[in-house]
């Protein structure tokens, strides 16, 4: 009997411990370095009264900075692509491109092959099409980058978890995906989580929290945890998008983030010129979040702004490079079990330096929110006594342990996880870790990483 081919070697201990480490702290430094930056004062710094001194509020040029961070990944890909031949370059593409994995096997709820669903690599010209999500990153970033003006960096990375519901949803409409019995009821649990961690973030202001910048009562806390909620329907929606182009377009992640990048900074700087003319110019626009000329002297005239600015960036590049070379090496669920360690590496740095002070109940929320989402993306389930135990469609059958090579009888499990359907991105933090979920580079999806920016 002819013994199997050996297994394929993979990195070594001492840089898997490498890319895990630099996957926490690009992922933690982008959060933390965005917080720190909402709380400089740019303005009237001289004044006794901390109310009377403007802050720097600027989530326009925040998602600039996001963009500008994807954008480098296409430095990145080039790096790491140049020491291949034009064909090699070629084939090496090929082989690492994202492929979904219905499109590998059958379709049980449609009867058509896979074979039929044929993905062509795309060309520079087709990149236009990362436009659409990439205006949906927009918005979503924007609406995160106001919201963390008004609630803690450690609430505002663990809101980001209803995401796995948004995309769940629009995974069933739009998708036409089917989930399970316990994949519903995950995302019930993820609903009580963001519940309980939102409701921490109004009784923590309640106390008068250093970070917490609002003057009227819990009404600035409700408008920032409602930017970030609103802010995971855009996300969803770009992820969903993505798919999309995804299923018929080969493409590698880390390219695919560049492009993205590169249509969300252009589009970015054209609507804010845009609106800085219509309005922001204006007397009543002056000083506001349109008022790109008062904007662009705080970064340039304040040394803490512009230099954070320049790490943010960096950190969502590396976030982004680490991201898919963890998921490429391990697994896609190791990722998911990370990003949650990032998380808390977050609660507890912002408890050190003083911006947040301890609240049992924002843990109890996280804790929910990352038992549904590790039972939703398959990592573990519901105990038996529950019924919903290993709860699986007819005729999917059910990922108890994903690993990096699915054989072919497991390929339709995808059915059964429609949240891990993203390309490599980074967002994170303020800026957005947009560090959200990626793909694996061979073959298995990266489940949705809801606590993910920068």
Partial sequence: MTPPPPAAQGPSRRLLALLVTGMLVSGCSNSLWSKWQDMQCVGNCDAHNPAKRRLFEQPVYQTITMFAGETLCLIAFTILNSRFSPAARRRHRREAAYEPLQNVSSDPTTGRDASSLKAKEMSRKDAIMFWLPAMCDNCATT???????????????????????????????????????????????????????????????????????????????????????????????????????????????????????????????????????????????????????????????????????????????????????????????????????????????????????????????FALLVYGTMIYNGVTSFPHWTGLHRDELPGVPHLSAPSIDLPDEDDEVALANPVEVVVARAKDGASRSRSGARTSVEGERAPLLPHEEA
């Fill in 143 to 365: 609406c995160m980058n106001v919201g963390l003006f008004f609630v803690p960096v450690s609430v505002y990375q663990m809101l980001r978890g209803a995401l796995v519901l948004w995309v769940g949803i629009f995974s069933v409409l739009f998708l036409h995906r089917r989930l399970t019995r316990a994949q519903w009821t995950a995302l019930v649990v993820c609903v009580i989580g963001v519940a309980v961690v939102g409701s921490s973030s109004l009784i923590s202001h309640k106390r008068s929290e250093p970070e917490t910048q609002a003057e009227d009562g819990t009404v600035s806390p409700l408008v920032g945890i409602a930017l970030i909620l609103v802010a995971q329907l855009f996300t969803a929606s770009q992820f969903v998008i993505e798919e999309r182009i995804m299923e018929h377009h080969s493409v590698e992640p880390l390219l695919a983030a560049g492009y993205e990048g590169i249509c969300g900074f252009i589009t970015t700087v054209v609507i804010l010129l845009i609106a800085y003319w219509l309005y922001g110019s204006t007397p009543a626009g002056r000083g506001g979040y349109f008022d790109a000329l008062q904007g662009f002297h705080e970064i340039i005239d304040n040394r803490t702004v512009w230099t954070s600015s320049l790490v943010i960036a960096c950190s969502i590049a590396l976030f982004n490079f680490c991201g898919l070379a963890v998921t490429r090496s391990v697994s896609a669920t190791a990722r998911s079990t990370i990003d949650s360690c990032r998380t808390l590496l977050i609660w507890a740095v912002s408890l050190l330096l003083g911006w947040e002070t301890f609240n049992p109940l924002q843990i109890i929320g």
